[in-house]
């Protein structure tokens, strides 16, 4: 079970095509919240520069 500080991280991550070929054998596990919006800030960075706000503050 998840408390409020934790969410769940998937490798490879869900929007990517080798997830949508085989979507059971993506890992998951729980991860503190805080490295998950980590990822999710670099990502968004990355990909187009968008900020994504106080969301991606760490």
């Known amino acids: 079970m998840l408390d409020g500080r ?3 991280s998937f490798f490879p991550p869900l929007w990517s095509a080798e997830a949508q070929q085989n979507l059971s054998a993506a ?3 729980a991860v503190p919240m805080a490295e998950l919006l980590g990822v999710s ?3 968004c960075l990355q990909f187009d520069g968008a900020d994504p ?3 991606g503050v760490i």
């Open 53 to 55: 706000g106080f969301l």
């Open 27 to 29: 890992s998951r596990r």
């Open 41 to 43: 800030r670099d990502s």
């Open 6 to 8: 934790q969410g769940l």
